[in-house]
Protein backbone atom coordinates (compact mmCIF):
# COMPACT_ATOMS: atom_id res chain seq x y z
CA UNK A 1 0.00 0.00 0.00
CA UNK A 2 2.90 2.33 0.82
CA UNK A 3 4.62 1.76 -2.49
CA UNK A 4 1.71 1.82 -4.45
CA UNK A 5 0.57 5.41 -2.62
CA UNK A 6 3.88 6.78 -3.19
CA UNK A 7 3.53 5.86 -7.35
CA UNK A 8 -0.37 7.40 -7.04
CA UNK A 9 1.14 10.47 -5.42
CA UNK A 10 3.50 11.05 -8.06
CA UNK A 11 1.14 10.69 -10.74
CA UNK A 12 -0.85 13.45 -9.34
CA UNK A 13 2.87 15.38 -9.26
CA UNK A 14 4.09 14.77 -12.69
CA UNK A 15 1.31 16.03 -13.95
CA UNK A 16 1.18 19.31 -11.30
CA UNK A 17 4.90 20.30 -11.44
CA UNK A 18 5.20 20.85 -15.07
CA UNK A 19 5.75 24.27 -14.88
CA UNK A 20 6.82 26.93 -12.01
CA UNK A 21 3.78 29.25 -11.90
CA UNK A 22 1.33 29.07 -14.61
CA UNK A 23 -1.22 26.85 -14.26
CA UNK A 24 -1.25 23.01 -16.01
CA UNK A 25 -4.25 24.02 -17.50
CA UNK A 26 -2.92 26.92 -19.41
CA UNK A 27 -0.94 24.55 -21.25
CA UNK A 28 -2.64 21.86 -21.43
CA UNK A 29 -2.73 19.19 -18.69
CA UNK A 30 -2.85 15.83 -21.44
CA UNK A 31 -0.82 17.91 -23.80
CA UNK A 32 2.65 16.19 -22.55
CA UNK A 33 2.90 12.62 -24.76
CA UNK A 34 5.91 11.39 -22.67
CA UNK A 35 4.48 12.14 -19.41
CA UNK A 36 0.90 10.27 -20.42
CA UNK A 37 3.62 7.20 -21.80
CA UNK A 38 5.37 7.43 -18.37
CA UNK A 39 2.44 7.44 -16.18
CA UNK A 40 0.94 4.58 -18.20
CA UNK A 41 3.41 2.65 -17.46
CA UNK A 42 4.15 3.74 -13.67
CA UNK A 43 0.74 2.30 -13.21
CA UNK A 44 0.87 -0.69 -15.04
CA UNK A 45 4.58 -1.60 -13.51
CA UNK A 46 2.58 -0.90 -9.24
CA UNK A 47 -0.63 -3.04 -10.76
CA UNK A 48 1.96 -5.78 -11.84
CA UNK A 49 4.07 -5.63 -8.43
CA UNK A 50 0.71 -6.25 -6.57
CA UNK A 51 -1.09 -8.67 -8.32
CA UNK A 52 1.71 -10.80 -10.17
CA UNK A 53 2.63 -13.87 -8.18
CA UNK A 54 6.19 -13.83 -7.89
CA UNK A 55 6.61 -10.23 -8.19
CA UNK A 56 4.53 -9.34 -5.31
CA UNK A 57 6.42 -12.30 -3.19
CA UNK A 58 9.62 -11.06 -4.41
CA UNK A 59 8.26 -7.28 -3.69
CA UNK A 60 6.87 -8.16 -0.13
CA UNK A 61 3.76 -6.91 -1.72
CA UNK A 62 -0.21 -8.48 -1.21
CA UNK A 63 -3.09 -7.73 -3.39
CA UNK A 64 -5.02 -4.63 -2.49
CA UNK A 65 -8.68 -4.52 -2.37
CA UNK A 66 -11.39 -2.08 -4.12
CA UNK A 67 -11.46 0.00 -0.69
CA UNK A 68 -7.17 0.17 -1.03
CA UNK A 69 -7.40 1.66 -4.92
CA UNK A 70 -10.19 4.08 -3.91
CA UNK A 71 -8.02 5.85 -1.19
CA UNK A 72 -5.15 5.22 -3.44
CA UNK A 73 -7.15 7.49 -5.88
CA UNK A 74 -7.59 10.30 -3.98
CA UNK A 75 -3.73 11.04 -3.88
CA UNK A 76 -3.20 12.48 -7.27
CA UNK A 77 -6.02 15.04 -7.56
CA UNK A 78 -5.03 16.06 -3.63
CA UNK A 79 -1.80 16.45 -4.98
CA UNK A 80 -2.82 18.25 -8.72
CA UNK A 81 -4.45 20.20 -6.52
CA UNK A 82 -2.22 21.15 -3.87
CA UNK A 83 0.41 22.12 -6.71
CA UNK A 84 -2.21 24.30 -8.26
CA UNK A 85 -3.06 26.14 -4.94
CA UNK A 86 0.02 26.97 -4.56
CA UNK A 87 1.34 28.34 -8.29
CA UNK A 88 -2.33 30.76 -7.86
CA UNK A 89 -1.71 31.90 -4.50
CA UNK A 90 2.45 32.64 -6.23
CA UNK A 91 0.81 34.85 -8.85
CA UNK A 92 -1.67 36.27 -7.02
CA UNK A 93 0.99 37.38 -4.68
CA UNK A 94 3.74 38.21 -7.01
CA UNK A 95 1.23 40.51 -9.18
CA UNK A 96 0.21 42.46 -5.94
CA UNK A 97 3.51 43.45 -5.34
Known amino acids: ?29 LSN ?4 AGVAF ?10 VPGLNGAFHQRPLGPWHWLFLAAWPPLIFGAEEARKALVRRTRSDS
Request: aromatic residues 10%; proline residues 0%.
Open 33 to 36: RFLL
Open 1 to 29: MTQTGIVMGQVGAGFAMRTERRSVFSIGL
Open 42 to 51: ELVLAAALVY
